[in-house]
């Protein structure tokens, strides 16, 4: 109310000295009662002789040069500082000489009803032009950052920011967040926020990883199985779950038995009653099998407990109708097994690869070969008789066996003995064949044969026996001969060795008889009967009561006599009492 009080002032005074003074006598215009120069009746204050017309307008609420206005173009225009701080409202206006109370010189205030605004202020985070710039906030570079907030570039966009990158601002810039507590700004899925997974990540950015986490997410982790042999094969019966394997844990939850390293899957099944291979299968019931642990039965057909080593089977178990043992040589006859007593029936009773071992030629049954198969069957074996099958027809016969002359063995295959059997000149001839025979004369003693060149023909004779028992050329020939003055005639006992005639004993007939120097010569037939060139000729008279033997290198296949005679009148003969051939 001042300024208004000081303004109408001057217009009461006025009134006051304009009022007529009723004692002045002169003229009203020559009044000049200050002494200004100026009359009363163009001073408007002749009472103040600063107010005239011509005065200087002043400030001091007075209308100092009378011209009807007061403090014109003098005043101070002051705003309105409704909030106090200062600063006035540009939009509120008071013209004044001084300053209203409740008003400034200044018109900067942006916001007069809040006195924290002001050009003074400083700039702070709030969304306020606080210090009138018409700058608000992060437009403003003379902001307070003590008021700002640090904000963290998000470059994965996951709401967490790289606490290393970081920007002072009001309001979050773009690609920031008001978080920096993220471990790694490049995955989205690594965050505060996130769950901690199996990935060898801290994914939640806390500082542990995995199963150090006790947040993680257990539904990512694997199930681990304690392999306590340290097969690599784990016990499903236990289990822990976690990222990685605990320690003595394995993947596996395979292993039948975690007790021994040598069971498990990843075995090999062998005999020995376990499921090695943890496939629910043991020893012969498992197809995998390894056979070498294996044991062969050998199939016992005749039940002999001897089994057939052509016929095996490979098992952990013995199948039924087997046995271990594989030295059945006949798996048909329950009577043929290694240790069974041998008997003469043709078959390998004991087993030991021998036929009627021991036995051979002891029956008709089990014959030999020969004699010197009956002694290497057994050693043992006496002199006499045996049943041979030299011809291999599965018929035995009777045969001779001399078992110790010469180291035995000794098949006899042809024999004649006038002397002691009284066999006769037909025997003779039974047993060898005549395949010529010239001699005039034959005459039966009573103790041997004689033949003779009785009517002074130059004769000859060649007899053979067939000698069928199988040999390795051995020859024994036990002989009782007896030739009288046998200077031209000639004897020959000799035999066939695969093709070769071969000298037992020979003495050749003198070949002046041959060449007509007698009257009986040999004719060219005759003469041809020797058999080979004996290189010793008659001398005389022979007797031969011996036994040679003597080998040939071959099989001997028969014997042979052949005899010349060259005289007359029983001038020369010869007398045989016996013989024997024997072969080896």
């Known amino acids: 109310m001042r300024p208004l009080i000081l303004a109408l002032l001057p217009l009461a005074l006025l009134a006051c000295k304009d009022s007529p003074n009723t004692d002045d006598t002169g003229p009203i215009g020559a009044v000049d009662e200050d002494g200004d120069g100026f009359t009363v009746d163009v001073d408007c204050d002749d009472n103040d002789a600063a107010v005239h017309p011509e005065a200087t307008e002043v400030c001091d609420g007075i209308d100092n040069n009378c011209d009807s206005a007061v403090d014109e173009g003098v005043t101070t225009t002051f705003y309105t500082d409704a909030?106090?701080?200062?600063?006035?409202?540009?939009?509120?206006?008071?013209?004044?000489?001084?300053a209203p109370e409740g008003a400034v010189s200044d018109a900067t205030d942006c916001d007069d009803g809040d006195a924290a605004v002001n050009p003074a202020a400083v700039e702070v985070c709030d969304g306020i032009d606080n210090d009138c710039d018409a700058l608000i906030d992060d437009a403003d570079d003379s902001v307070d950052l003590s008021t700002t907030t640090s904000w963290y570039t998000d470059a994965d966009g996951d709401?967490?920011?790289?606490?290393?990158?970081?920007?002072?601002?009001?309001?979050?810039?773009?690609?920031?967040?008001?978080?920096?507590?993220?471990?790694?700004?490049?995955?989205?899925?690594i965050s505060p926020s996130a769950t901690e997974i199996c990935n060898d990540v801290d994914d939640d950015c806390d500082g542990l990883t995995d199963d150090d986490d006790d947040s993680l997410d257990l539904g990512t982790a694997a199930s681990w199985y304690p392999d306590t042999d340290g097969?690599?094969?784990?016990?499903?019966?236990?289990?822990?779950?976690?990222?990685?394997?605990?320690?003595?844990?394995?993947?596996?939850?395979?292993?039948c038995d975690d007790g021994d390293a040598a069971i498990n899957p990843g075995a090999t099944e062998v005999c020995n009653d376990v499921d090695d291979d943890c496939d629910g299968d043991t020893d012969d019931a498992d197809g995998s099998l390894d056979l070498s642990t294996a044991s062969s039965w050998y199939a016992d057909s005749d039940g002999d407990n001897y089994g057939d080593a052509a016929s095996s089977t490979l098992a952990c178990d013995q199948p039924s109708a087997t046995v271990s043992d594989s030295t059945d040589c006949d798996d048909s006859d329950s009577t043929s097994y290694p240790g069974a007593t041998e008997a003469c029936d043709g078959a390998d009773n004991d087993c030991d690869g021998v036929v009627d071992d021991g036995l051979l030629g002891t029956g008709a049954a089990c014959p030999a070969a020969s004699c010197d198969d009956v002694l290497a069957d057994n050693s043992?074996?006496?002199?006499?008789?045996?049943?041979?099958?030299?011809?291999?027809?599965?018929?035995?016969?009777?045969?001779?066996?001399?078992?110790?002359?010469?180291?035995?063995?000794w098949t006899l295959v042809l024999s004649w003995d006038r002397e002691n059997d009284g066999d006769s000149q037909a025997d003779f001839e039974a047993v060898l064949t005549e395949n010529y025979n010239s001699m005039d004369e034959w005459i039966e003693g009573g103790t041997y044969i004689q033949w003779s060149d009785y009517n002074a023909t130059g004769d000859a004779m060649d007899f053979e026996g067939a000698i069928d028992v199988p040999n390795s050329g051995d020859v024994m020939l036990d002989l009782d001969y007896y030739g009288y003055s046998m200077e031209q005639s000639g004897i020959f006992f000799w035999v066939d060795a695969n093709g070769?005639?071969?000298?037992?004993?020979?003495?050749?007939?003198?070949?002046?008889?041959?060449?007509?120097?007698?009257?009986?010569?040999?004719d060219a037939t005759e003469w041809g009967l020797q058999p080979y060139t004996c290189g010793v000729e008659a001398t005389g008279t022979i007797s031969l009561d011996t036994v040679f033997t003597d080998s040939f290198g071959a099989n001997v296949d028969a014997f042979s006599i052949t005899g010349f005679q060259c005289d007359r009148n029983h001038g020369d003969y010869s007398r045989l009492y016996s013989f024997a051939v024997w072969v080896r």
């Open 83 to 98: 909030d106090g701080d200062l600063y006035g409202d540009a939009a509120s206006p008071v013209e004044a000489c001084e």
């Open 159 to 189: 709401g967490h920011g790289d606490p290393d990158l970081s920007t002072l601002a009001c309001t979050p810039p773009s690609g920031t967040v008001a978080v920096g507590d993220d471990c790694d700004d490049n995955d989205a899925a």
């Open 231 to 255: 097969d690599a094969y784990g016990d499903a019966a236990f289990s822990a779950t976690a990222c990685d394997a605990p320690a003595g844990y394995v993947a596996d939850a395979t292993d």
């Open 380 to 409: 043992a074996s006496a002199d006499g008789s045996y049943y041979l099958d030299p011809d291999g027809t599965g018929t035995g016969t009777l045969f001779e066996c001399d078992m110790t002359t010469d180291g035995g063995g």
């Open 500 to 522: 070769t005639p071969s000298d037992i004993y020979c003495q050749a007939p003198n070949t002046d008889c041959y060449t007509g120097n007698y009257t009986g010569a040999y």
